[in-house]
């Protein structure tokens, strides 16, 4: 008994130890060769070898880092920085030096994914709606743009959110998570008619296909076409709606 009770005490001891010094390891990125990993933590990016060992601080600023995303050859990457007040586009060296400011934006920027050839970085933002897509006017609701990866000109890809994007090889299509409205992306397995699905974008045809649609969605659409004429036939409009409404 006395041997359970030491046990059962540390285990207690172990995960209060874990709860009060929690490792805030995010953004987790392997390089294109999968020798490197970058993460952020505690606002700033660290990369690490995949094998393991001491990571190594690429940022040091006092502003807050996060997002870090490879260059297509392994030797820059791209993140989202506020030292300039809001969250900017920056790119540095992958082994971390002085990093070029990309964006200017009002608006805060974060960035997705380099284009296959390393010549753009695709971030998202909530800067303009297009006129012919303004479903949702809200700072919630981004859009995507691509910006050089050694400055210049920023141009609107899509009007709608396209969060987690990943190209093909030939960079002729991408892959990307919708966003409906304000799901909580931190809890876990939720289900509603708003959580979010992955969508394929051909970029020479502009013409996105939807790969998974959520089972809440399906689970709607059956109980409204097969379900709710049954259910209303059994019951009565008393039933249905309470006493003293008058179903006409």
Not at 77 to 89: C, E, K, L, P, T
Not at 111 to 126: C, E, M, N, R
Not at 153 to 168: I, K
Not at 186 to 211: F, G, P
Request: one cysteine or more; charged letters at 20%.
């Amino acid at each position: 008994m006395k041997k359970i009770f030491a046990y059962l005490t540390l285990g207690f001891t172990t995960l209060t130890t874990y709860a009060a010094t929690p490792l805030w390891m995010r953004d987790i990125q392997i390089s294109p060769d999968g020798t490197e990993i970058v993460f952020c933590y505690k606002g700033d990016i660290y990369k690490v070898s995949a094998k393991g060992g001491t990571a190594t601080q690429l940022t040091t600023q006092e502003s807050y880092e996060s997002s870090p995303v490879w260059s297509p050859d392994g030797k820059q990457i791209a993140f989202a920085s506020d030292r300039q007040g809001n969250f900017d586009v920056f790119v540095m060296p992958s082994d971390g030096g002085a990093a070029q400011r990309l964006t200017t934006n009002s608006a805060g920027e974060i960035p997705s994914a380099f284009t296959p050839d390393g010549k753009y970085i695709l971030f998202s933002a909530a800067i303009q709606d297009p006129a012919g897509s303004a479903l949702f006017p809200s700072p919630a609701m981004t859009e995507l743009y691509k910006v050089p990866a050694t400055g210049g000109r920023t141009e609107q890809v899509l009007g709608t959110p396209a969060e987690a994007l990943c190209f093909d090889k030939t960079g002729d299509m991408f892959f990307y998570q919708d966003q409906k409205g304000f799901e909580d992306q931190w809890r876990k397995h939720h289900t509603s008619s708003i959580t979010r699905d992955i969508w394929m974008y051909d970029c020479r045809t502009e013409k996105h296909t939807t790969l998974t649609r959520h089972e809440a969605d399906q689970l709607q659409e059956f109980i409204h076409k097969e379900h709710l004429n049954a259910f209303m036939s059994m019951l009565s409009t008393t039933e249905v709606f309470g006493k003293g409404f008058n179903h006409a």
